[in-house]
């Protein structure tokens, strides 16, 4: 089983849609948890990070199910700008504190 | 405040050529981490350093190595050059209260 699985997609959604990405994790040690963005040919970059209460910025929301073992990211209101690949980030506890990607979700935004 | 910097930002190498590609990290980092991302899929974790050791490593085999110097930049190098190390490869940097990563804009590495 891999560390951290995502559906890839792509996910193709109206502008003004609300679209939702899951994310599972295997290590249950697991410590900190993020989304990041990742345009095409380009490199990713935090988006935002997830807590154990949830949390929200804009239009983007993130949740955080650790009983079960996967985060969520919850993106209201659609834009074309929004189009991307995104990425989720496990950081495991202990000494090195180990951080490993998912393969990431591609999301398309169409007019 | 500079971000993250690696040069070069692309690169065309031959089959068993080496390759150094170098990253300077963020203003105030002093960890440094590599990956490999390959066209669709996410950053494979290459190594991680620190204080110029080495402290932890992905799956990659000894043909991947590094260094960090004291100003805290850091070398990634691949000897004899396979085909599938075509990638781009990215840099990451982090501080002691570290949160999430800043990376560089990657290099591109085309092995023919």
């Known amino acids: 089983r891999k560390e951290v699985e995502q559906d890839p997609g792509p996910f193709n959604v109206p502008e003004g849609a609300t679209v939702a990405f899951n994310c599972t994790y295997s290590?249950?040690?697991?410590?900190?948890f993020f989304w990041y963005r990742q345009d095409c040919r380009k490199e990713p970059k935090l988006l935002m990070s997830?807590?154990?209460s949830g949390n929200e910025d804009g239009r983007f929301t993130a949740q955080l199910n650790r009983a079960s073992q996967y985060i969520s990211l919850l993106i209201r209101d659609s834009k074309l700008s929004d189009s991307a690949t995104y990425l989720c980030?496990?950081?495991?506890?202990?000494?090195?504190?180990?951080?490993?990607f998912g393969t990431g979700t591609k999301l398309q935004v169409i007019p | 405040d500079a971000g993250v910097t690696q040069s070069p930002t692309h690169l065309i190498k031959t089959r068993g050529q080496q390759v150094t590609l170098r990253c300077s990290p963020k203003?105030?980092?002093?960890?440094v981490s590599w990956y490999q991302q390959a066209l669709g899929q996410g950053p494979q974790f290459i190594f991680q350093?620190?204080?110029?050791?080495?402290?932890q490593r992905g799956n990659f085999p000894d043909r991947f190595s590094g260094h960090q110097f004291p100003n805290y930049s850091s070398e990634l190098n691949v000897n004899a050059l396979l085909l599938g190390d075509s990638a781009l490869y990215l840099c990451?940097?982090?501080?002691?209260?570290?949160?999430?990563?800043?990376f560089g804009s990657g290099t591109r590495l085309t092995v023919v």
């Open positions: 997830v807590y154990s």
């Open positions: 290590n249950s040690a697991s410590q900190s």
């Open positions: 990451a940097s982090s501080g002691t209260a570290n949160y999430g990563y800043t």
């Open positions: 350093y620190y204080e110029e050791e080495e402290r």
């Open positions: 980030v496990v950081k495991n506890s202990g000494g090195y504190q180990k951080v490993t």
């Open positions: 203003s105030g980092h002093d960890t």
